[in-house]
């Protein structure tokens, strides 16, 4: 959630600049939960409660409008810094597991759009370039290690996300004066990488390609508004299971044969095994807005 003070200057007849800064609080429950260490005994990972963080960063934009077709913008939202996350974890038989802490904060995210403004016709663009791999809670990948032995913990540093660039266009046409017809199309760039599909089972929510369709109508002071929203079935991601654990050397004789090797595999990818995950959405939205 986001409540934003915004506030704007005219620079010029054509040129506007503004700025917004933004107070953020977030909540994330985990079942299980990755980011804590597993019970090697066979209590595995716990699951969470429901843990908050409150967080703040900004926005900044130029806007310019020719006062005739053309419009264009750009704007900068800084990363979203938030606290720690205090996780309060429960094994699965209901005993008490350790508490654990976790930061996620929000990418940056840099936009440029375009417009361009006719009697029938409208039409925009936009592209964003979404920066995950600086991201904390995003950037890193991998095991955490304890130093006492050079192992891993069995936690998970991050999901480790590549950068991600999406655009967008959109057209519209007024077949009357109060009836205008839409369509839009967007496609983004997958941020998981197949080696560490494993660590992002939970949130496989990316859809790369997208279309909108919809129209509007106006009764007065009334508008409607529906729009039917496609998103694709795309190529998805598919890698191996991660097991950071089994047959470690403890003995001090070199690392571990099994599937963690700190020199060969240090995912712990298993052969013989696969994760795989695609998705697609489908969404109606009507809106209602009446002006007083």
Known sequence: MQVSLAYAYKLTNKISIGIQPNFNYE?????????????????????????????????????????????????????????????????LDGTAAPDNNFTMNYPAILSFGMGLSGK?????ADVRFVNYKDTEGFAESGWKINAANGFPTGAVNGFGWRDMTIFSVGLQYKLLKNLPVRIGYTNNTNPITDELAFYSVSAPAVIENAAQIGLGYTFGKLD??????????GN??????????????????????????????????????SVSYDMETSMVQLTLSYRL
């Not at 729009?227 to 079935?233: A, C, D, L, T």
């Open 120 to 124: 029938k016709i409208d039409f925009a």
């Open 224 to 233: 409607v508004n529906v729009v039917y929203h496609k998103g694709f079935r």
């Open 27 to 91: 909540s994330l429950e985990l079942a299980p939960n990755p980011t804590a260490n597993p019970d090697m005994t066979g209590k595995g990972y716990p699951t969470t409660d429901v843990a908050s963080a409150l967080g703040y960063g900004a926005q900044i934009g130029i806007f310019y409008d020719s006062h005739d077709m053309l419009k264009l913008g750009m704007s900068y939202k800084t990363k979203q810094y938030f606290s720690e996350y205090t996780f309060k974890n429960t094994y």
């Open 236 to 273: 998805g991601n598919t890698g191996k299971m991660l097991n950071p654990g089994p047959n470690q050397d403890l003995s001090g004789n070199g690392f571990p044969e099994g599937p963690w090797n700190a020199l060969s595999n240090p995912l712990g990818e298993m052969d013989g095994t």
